[in-house]
């Protein structure tokens, strides 16, 4: 069985995240979404609390039957890494020939830049082999680690962008970047105004 473990601030989630989805649900036998925690470098650029982006993501890949989206962070303190989150998803076990799961780990381009800078990335690589998506603006100066790489997503949206847009309350295409108002959560009357 091919699995797929998908993680992502999703703060906010936007088409960009539902079409890797979409894509991984296409190639795997299971996809495993996990919103995780705000690291402690994007603190303070936080839009989100966990459970709103938890229910949103889970919202949007109900109609997605080999999806699953855990809240296996819900509850981690802040010492907690993606490495922790993999090792739990993948019971601790190192990949060998002879499993029966077969685990990937999809990241976009830009977080495929930095992978190195990951805590036990090493690890990650003997747990499960690397997805990556590329992104519009990231060139492929891209560190030599194994992966493999699945269509390029031609979506030029980012959930940082999304959240200056929001503070900054500008709402051009915002019908087309958030499709769900629940992400709005306390721009209530400005959206009240907005023509979809």
């Not at 949007?60 to 993606?82: G, L, M, P, Q, T």
């Not at 499993?99 to 990650?124: H, L, M, R």
Request: negative net charge.
């Amino acid at each position: 069985m091919k699995i797929a473990i998908y993680g992502g601030t999703f703060d906010p989630c936007h088409e960009g995240h539902l079409e890797i989805i979409k894509r991984l649900s296409k190639t795997f036998d299971k996809v495993i979404v996990v919103p995780t925690t705000i690291r402690y470098y994007k603190k303070n650029a936080q839009m989100f609390a966990f459970d709103e982006r938890f229910f949103a993501i889970k919202m949007k890949c109900e109609k997605f039957e080999n999806v699953e989206v855990s809240d296996i962070e819900r509850f981690v303190d802040s010492d907690w890494r993606f490495i922790d989150t993999v090792r739990k998803l993948t019971s601790g076990q190192i990949m060998t020939a002879c499993d029966k799961y077969e685990y990937y780990v999809a990241i976009g381009s830009d977080s495929f830049q930095k992978f190195e800078t990951w805590c036990d990335y090493e690890e990650i690589l003997k747990r499960a082999k690397l997805i990556v998506f590329r992104r519009p603006g990231y060139e492929d100066n891209f560190p030599n680690i194994p992966h493999e790489y699945v269509e390029d997503i031609d979506i030029k949206i980012s959930s940082t962008e999304l959240r200056e847009k929001l503070r900054k309350e500008i709402y051009e295409d915002f019908d087309e970047m958030i499709d769900d108002i629940t992400f709005c959560k306390g721009f209530e009357d400005e959206i009240e105004n907005y023509k979809f």
